[in-house]
């Protein structure tokens, strides 16, 4: 009788690792294929449509993408119904699963320091990079006037990023603990929403076991249901990519690549530069086979280029990490949704190429101060950067506002802003996993060297004893010969 097989079988035990393993069946199929021939599609379709291919008036060529990318929006809007409370969930778990407090303040320590000493890094690729392509001089003034003269400079540094804000403490404290955790968490302030998380589940670990029960078999509850929703729309992947770039290609057209094409370069060559250096952490550090880290995060890694946005696939990278990476969850858990939030390595090195590319357009000498402000502002804005599409944009100008470069510079790079961004995004993600991978590796190195210890002072431990043992019999007996 021959076997029917259901991937998605409903019937069966809805238990969050049946899910896993119906997550990582549909993944097994090649969905990282599926995906590639949707965004090559996408693409393709998008020239038919938009301005290059002229086969369609632009006002219903637009409309036309609309209705194309409305799976695209559907897709987009499941995720980003779930982000929340899988965060919230997930980073309780994950700190509540640490065994002791001592553990967990290891576990933060090393994840917050290696954070921001890769994202201080990627920013000064991006500088360096740009220094010695020097996109700029190849703009000409001709396409900056126009580029400026199209657009309004009205481009806001949005009311999170005032630096002026940081000097007053309350309105920093403000911004880190809200009066109404409620409120955080249906706003979606993700950095709140993390801080708030992390508070709970340290509480949680100085609880007894009969204390926190109750909370950890609840959030285990919602963290399932997050996964259900994820299962779903995991089957929507392909057709929402293929409507989301067909809609992204008509509405940037072939032209502004064409003439943006050594800043695109720069920024791209930047971020495969980074990409390098955490396949070289992955392999010196990690101790893990590069080539099978990459086989094994490409699929998250296209869906999260084709999203633009790392919280979106927050759910996939977190079973990729475990299902495919070997992470333990109390890791993984933790180290990718605060790695979602706080972890935008290739969003700062875009920010100091652009910052740099600006700079030279307009004729702007930057020293090492103003070169140290990009970096610090480019590291302390990923901090709080939501991670959601087109927020990097915001970011820049507020971080080209502090070093004297007009903001309406912007306008000359939004235009393929768009295919940056969701390169930057797949790079933020690959970052998020490696630490993922690092931290789990030296989690486990510290317990396996402690042991290692014990075991020696142990097997040294009994040849003494032994040797007293045998003493004791051998006085023993000279005692019995004397006495007889």
Do not use: H
């Not at 969905?31 to 379709?45: E, R, S």
């Amino acid at each position: 009788m021959t076997r029917i097989y259901y991937p998605l079988d409903f019937r069966r035990n809805n238990s969050l690792k049946n899910l896993s393993n119906q997550l990582r069946d549909l993944l097994e199929k090649k969905l990282w294929l599926k995906i590639l021939i949707a965004m090559g599609l996408g693409v393709l379709m998008g020239l038919f449509l938009g301005p290059f291919g002229g086969y369609v008036d632009p006002v219903y060529a637009e409309i036309i993408g609309e209705w194309i990318a409305l799976p695209g929006y559907i897709f987009l809007g499941l995720l980003k119904m779930i982000v929340v409370p899988l965060v919230f969930a997930s980073i309780i778990l994950g700190v509540a699963s640490s065994q002791s407090m001592s553990a967990l303040k290891k576990t933060g320590l090393l994840t917050a320091t290696y954070f921001v000493i890769t994202t201080a890094i990627s920013t000064a690729i991006g500088i360096g990079m740009a220094f010695y392509i020097r996109p700029g001089k190849f703009i000409s003034g001709d396409l900056v006037e126009s580029a400026l003269g199209s657009q309004t400079q009205t481009i806001s540094t949005g009311p999170g990023f005032d630096p002026s804000a940081l000097t007053l403490p309350s309105t920093l404290i403000g911004g880190l603990l809200p009066s109404n955790p409620l409120g955080a968490l249906a706003s979606g302030e993700m950095l709140q929403v993390v801080i708030i998380a992390v508070i709970i589940g340290i509480a949680l670990v100085s609880l007894n076991k009969e204390q926190s029960t109750p909370m950890v078999s609840f959030l285990t509850s919602v963290q399932a249901v997050c996964m259900t929703v994820v299962k779903w729309s995991m089957t929507l992947a392909p057709i929402a990519v293929f409507g989301l770039l067909t809609k992204f290609t008509i509405k940037l057209g072939i032209e502004a690549l064409l003439g943006m094409a050594v800043y695109v370069g720069t920024v791209l060559a930047s971020l495969m530069l980074l990409m390098l250096l955490n396949l070289l952490i992955v392999s010196l550090v990690a101790r893990y086979n590069p080539f099978e880290f990459l086989k094994a995060i490409r699929d998250v890694m296209l869906l999260a280029f084709s999203t633009s946005s790392s919280a979106a696939v927050m759910p996939l990278s977190i079973k990729t990490a475990e299902e495919r990476l070997g992470v333990k969850p109390s890791i993984s858990q933790f180290v990718v949704p605060l790695g979602a939030t706080i972890n935008m390595n290739g969003t700062a090195l875009y920010q100091g190429v652009a910052t740099i590319f600006l700079a030279e357009v307009f004729g702007i000498d930057l020293g090492p101060f103003q070169l140290l402000v990009v970096m610090t502002m480019a590291v302390a804005a990923s901090i709080g950067t939501p991670s959601i599409p087109g927020v990097g944009i915001v970011v820049l100008a507020m971080i080209l506002n502090s070093v004297g470069i007009p903001t309406s510079g912007v306008a000359l790079i939004m235009g393929v802003d768009r295919i940056l961004d969701m390169s930057r995004t797949a790079v933020n993600v690959a970052g998020d996993l490696v630490t993922c991978k690092v931290m789990d590796r030296w989690v486990r190195e510290k317990p396996e060297r402690k042991a290692e210890e014990t075991s020696k002072i142990e097997t040294k431990n009994p040849e003494e004893k032994t040797g007293d043992k045998v003493k004791t019999n051998t006085d023993l007996t000279a005692s019995e010969s004397s006495n007889v």
